[in-house]
């Protein structure tokens, strides 16, 4: 049967105390993506509530002709979206379960625990009469407290005046505290069952954490008139990768990402390295990776000697949609098979929260600050980002009518060049390099003057690829550090013989060639990924049996392409990169480089592994192939412009979801305001009850569940329908069984699951 990957890049809001409705949600999809790799492999479900994903799966592939793989190979968090995003990468990464951290949340996430001791008021007098105003501020808030049950009425006034009466002009919220319960949730990870990886083999796991550097960092621009300026970058993004191997990342590194991103200005004090150092000193937690890790996410501070002195906040006050980091991974994913790619954003809160007083009158005082200081900068529509993941779609929608209008003439190019006796032989890996060289050589003549701007932008975008190479292997991402360093490249370019230069004019020098046999990864993945969606293309009309040799060759060979784009290559250049001397050491360094990515080697492989798998298909599949791999080199000059440069990182456009309240109707319509209690008091909500808390998470967990159940059945192909009523069914199943499975440990909103049954039936 064939396969197909539905691969999720998660990216997380922020949402202060609704943290505990997300942790519902991603705790689904992780029983999601559980549930799918076991249905992948033959394993049994590991409980009731993955039995229905795996059911649902079994059903689609039965009547879609389709397996699909559902896995989360992308998160990106800001602020409470960050925690969750953290914990949930360590669970996919390393096959930890997520299910330690609920009682965790359940426990802690309260206003009497968060604050600290000495912050707490000082006898049950102290600022008495400062209540009064706190309800009168909590309004709509402080309404709906009044018609709850009188044990949650009492614990929500108790707690909300603790925090009132606790200490002013502080952060009331005890920092070492909660570094401690972040390293003790990790440990109760560590400390449960641990299953399988969630992960195919190889496949990466990219975590963006967005950070606030409140000191910020000097950043030189690059002007006409002056030639240059200094501004201050404020933004920061703390990433981690486990490479395929899952090993996300030393815990402390963890820890520090999650504190700092959550560090809510005015309740938590500001992050920095001191708090965490001291933590791990009383826990006798070592952390051997310190100076690596800080080098790397604090370059200037680390150079200055001042890391400990860096000053971090909540990552949502200037990116609480962190898209971009997720949609720039994309360009280092493996593809084994055809992929569904989907950006699903969870938005615990979404709509407009700003009302402005009735006859349309203008804010208040305090309501335009709060609003201008906290809320407007995280309720900023995620539109610009949108358009980028449109417009790189519409890019791929172009590509594919320019390949398809093109493929006829660029056939029959090939088929004149090699006459046609030549696919009636079996195709040999000597035959398939000679083939390559042949069939590239005639597009450069047939192209013409076209040629030489298509190879200048190939050269371009390959001096691009090594000065992101060479810059990220020292740990130094910054957009200056990458033009000096391909500025450099260029220089040493430039000093080559004559008989070496790089140069197009009929075709490429001898030069040109010699580089871009050496450095052109990109050609190669484009090459390959072409042929992955021609072979898709014919599985309509052959069985799975015949392209499956094909398939695993051809997605063997990719996976060694893309671990070059990103993987080993980068770390083994490090001390070469530190210790090269400028515009001495240039020639030295790119022979390292090329040496280390060995794509001739590779190459050669790939034709082995093409040419066995090849001999053994259907003559006319074969022929079909053949074309596509040979002509490839004349749809990349017809596209490669148009692409700007990009090439094709995954196959499809990528389409967007959301998770948020207002999406999940099979229960209860109305959105957060009719389901969720957190986003009471500026969203601070969950803090003041345990009951709260409950209902947040039991709606996270259900939500999540009808969402996912909706994205996983959206990715049959439009001809293709679940029986009537499928749908609903398995979503009623997934409900109760997530009811059955909670209702022992939610004893605070036994009257909410009692309701909640009656609405699902």
């Given at each position: 049967m064939r396969e197909k990957e539905l691969r999720l890049a998660l990216v997380c809001y922020g949402g202060i105390s609704l943290a505990v409705y997300m942790h519902g949600i991603t705790k689904e999809i992780w029983r999601v993506v559980r549930a799918s790799r076991a249905s992948h492999e033959g394993d049994p479900p590991a409980s009731a509530v993955d039995a229905v994903y795996h059911d649902l799966l079994d059903e689609m592939a039965e009547r879609g002709g389709v397996r699909v793989r559902i896995l989360a190979d992308i998160i990106a968090g800001a602020s409470a979206g960050g925690i969750n995003g953290i914990f949930l990468g360590q669970a996919l990464s390393t096959g930890q379960s997520l299910d330690p951290l609920t009682d965790l949340w359940l426990e802690a996430a309260d206003i009497e625990s968060l604050i600290a001791p000495d912050a707490a008021p000082t006898s049950r007098f102290s600022k008495m009469w400062a209540l009064p105003f706190a309800w009168m501020a909590a309004g709509r808030s402080g309404e709906k407290v009044e018609g709850l049950d009188e044990e949650t009425r009492e614990?929500?006034?108790?707690?909300?005046?603790?925090?009132?009466?606790?200490?002013?002009?502080?952060?009331?919220?005890?920092?070492?505290?909660?570094?401690?319960?972040?390293?003790?949730?990790?440990?109760?990870?560590?400390?449960?069952?641990?299953?399988?990886?969630?992960?195919?083999?190889?496949?990466?796991?990219?975590?963006?954490?967005?950070?606030?550097?409140?000191?910020?960092?000097?950043?030189?621009?690059?002007?006409?008139?002056?030639?240059?300026?200094?501004?201050?970058?404020?933004?920061?993004?703390?990433?981690?990768?486990?490479?395929?191997?899952?090993?996300?990342?030393?815990?402390?590194?963890?820890?520090?990402a999650a504190r700092a991103t959550s560090s809510f200005p005015g309740a938590f004090p500001p992050f920095t390295v001191t708090e965490l150092d001291r933590v791990l000193g009383t826990r006798?937690?070592?952390?051997?990776?310190?100076?690596?890790?800080?080098?790397?996410?604090?370059?200037?501070?680390?150079?200055?000697?001042?890391?400990?002195?860096?000053?971090?906040?909540?990552?949502?006050?200037?990116?609480?949609?962190?898209?971009?980091?997720?949609?720039?991974?994309?360009?280092?994913?493996?593809?084994?098979?055809?992929?569904?790619?989907?950006?699903?954003?969870?938005?615990p809160f979404p709509g407009m929260h700003f009302r402005l007083p009735g006859g349309g009158g203008h804010p208040g005082f305090f309501q335009t600050i709060i609003g201008a200081v906290s809320e407007l900068p995280r309720q900023q529509p995620i539109r610009d980002n949108l358009e980028a993941i449109a417009a790189r779609s519409g890019r791929i929608d172009r590509m594919q009518a320019i390949v398809a209008a093109i493929r006829e003439d660029v056939e029959q190019e090939i088929e004149q060049l090699f006459g046609g006796t030549f696919f009636l032989d079996r195709p040999t890996a000597a035959r398939l390099a000679s083939w390559r060289v042949r069939a590239q050589a005639a597009a450069a003549a047939k192209a013409g003057f076209s040629y030489a701007a298509y190879g200048h932008l190939k050269v371009a975008g390959v001096i691009d690829m090594i000065a992101a190479i060479l810059s990220e292997a020292i740990g130094d991402d910054a957009a200056l550090r990458r033009t000096r360093m391909r500025a450099f490249i260029e220089r040493t370019l430039a000093a080559r013989s004559e008989g070496q230069a790089i140069a197009f004019t009929a075709g490429p020098s001898e030069g040109a060639k010699s580089f871009l046999r050496g450095f052109d990864l990109g050609f190669r993945i484009r090459r390959l990924r072409l042929l992955a969606r021609r072979l898709?293309?014919?599985?309509?009309?052959?069985?799975?049996?015949?392209?499956?040799?094909?398939?695993?060759?051809?997605?063997?060979?990719?996976?060694?392409?893309?671990?070059?784009?990103?993987?080993?290559?980068?770390?083994?250049?490090?001390?070469?990169?530190?210790?090269?001397?400028?515009?001495?050491?240039?020639?030295?360094?790119?022979?390292?480089?090329?040496?280390?990515?060995?794509?001739?080697?590779?190459?050669?492989?790939?034709?082995?592994?093409?040419?066995?798998?090849?001999a053994g298909l259907p003559r006319a599949a074969r022929r079909t192939l053949l074309l596509t791999y040979l002509g490839f080199a004349y749809f990349d000059v017809a596209t490669l412009p148009l692409l700007q440069g990009e090439g094709l990182d995954e196959f499809d456009p990528i389409k967007v979801d959301r998770i948020a309240p207002d999406d999940a109707t099979a229960i209860?319509?109305?959105?957060?305001?009719?389901?969720?209690?957190?986003?009471?008091?500026?969203?601070?909500?969950?803090?003041?009850?345990?009951?709260?808390?409950?209902?947040?998470?039991?709606?996270?967990?259900?939500?999540?569940?009808?969402?996912?159940?909706d994205i996983a059945v959206s990715t049959l192909p439009s001809t293709i329908r679940l029986k009537p009523g499928a749908v609903a069914a398995f979503k009623r199943r997934a409900f109760l069984a997530i009811l059955d499975e909670e209702e022992h440990r939610l004893t605070a909103i036994a009257p909410l699951i009692t309701s909640l049954r009656r609405e699902i039936g």
């Open positions: 614990e929500v006034r108790r707690k909300l005046g603790h925090l009132i009466r606790s200490r002013w002009f502080e952060p009331p919220f005890a920092a070492d505290d909660f570094t401690a319960r972040l390293l003790e949730a990790f440990d109760r990870m560590a400390a449960a069952p641990t299953g399988k990886r969630l992960l195919p083999p190889g496949q990466p796991l990219d975590l963006f954490v967005t950070v606030t550097d409140f000191t910020g960092q000097p950043q030189r621009l690059r002007l006409h008139s002056p030639s240059e300026v200094v501004e201050t970058e404020h933004r920061m993004v703390v990433d981690f990768t486990d490479s395929g191997d899952g090993k996300l990342a030393a815990i402390p590194e963890l820890v520090f006798n937690q070592s952390w051997p990776e310190r100076d690596e890790f800080l080098r790397r996410v604090l370059p200037r501070h680390h150079a200055a000697g001042a890391a400990e002195k860096a000053v971090l906040i909540d990552g949502s006050v200037l990116v609480n949609a962190p898209f971009r980091p997720a949609i720039d991974a994309l360009g280092r994913r493996p593809a084994r098979r055809q992929v569904d790619r989907r950006f699903v954003y969870i938005d898709t293309e014919l599985e309509a009309d052959h069985s799975e049996a015949q392209l499956a040799p094909v398939r695993d060759a051809l997605y063997e060979s990719l996976a060694d392409y893309l671990e070059r784009q990103g993987g080993s290559a980068h770390t083994e250049m490090a001390d070469d990169v530190r210790s090269a001397r400028e515009d001495e050491d240039g020639e030295q360094l790119l022979a390292r480089l090329e040496a280390r990515l060995d794509l001739i080697r590779l190459d050669g492989e790939t034709d082995a592994r093409l040419a066995n798998a090849l209860r319509s109305g959105g957060a305001e009719a389901t969720l209690k957190g986003i009471q008091f500026l969203t601070f909500g969950a803090f003041f009850s345990r009951n709260y808390r409950e209902n947040d998470y039991l709606w996270g967990r259900l939500h999540g569940a009808e969402r996912m159940i």
